[in-house]
């Protein structure tokens, strides 16, 4: 993995969680920041993205309204923002940098080792 990603965990439904992202060298003005998130038994799906040099979020249609994405340049980090999770949110989370505003998983050059989101109801 050429990204780092902070530990997910055990939460209970309704209750919030943030991911974070980072890497040793400086991401660029040109990036593009994801985040994708893989169920049991499902094919890996996009969550979110936002461009590293401006605020510009998109969302899927499950998580908009309860996931935010942010990034942070102080701290070289990007961040996805968990709220009101559901047990339907139970995966595991992968973040990604690319240089297309794109949520195709084959746009995104760099990823993160992933790390497992449990929901309980």
């Known amino acids: 993995a050429q990204l780092l990603q902070s530990d997910g965990g055990l939460v209970q439904a309704g209750e919030s969680l943030r991911l974070s992202c980072t890497r040793p060298l400086r991401f660029f003005s040109s990036h593009v920041m994801a985040w994708f998130r893989q169920a049991p038994r499902k094919e890996r799906e996009f969550v979110a993205l936002?461009?590293?040099?401006?605020?510009?979020?998109k969302y899927a249609d499950s998580v908009k309204g309860r996931f935010t994405v942010s990034t942070e340049s102080a701290k070289n980090t990007f961040y996805l923002q968990m709220d009101n999770l559901k047990p339907d949110d139970t995966a595991i989370y992968y973040c990604?940098?690319?240089?297309?505003?794109?949520?195709?998983?084959?746009?995104?050059?760099?990823w993160g080792q992933g790390t497992q989101v449990t929901v309980s109801s």
């Open positions: 990604a940098i690319g240089s297309q505003y794109s949520t195709a998983q084959s746009d995104y050059f760099a």
């Open positions: 936002t461009r590293w040099s401006r605020n510009s979020p």
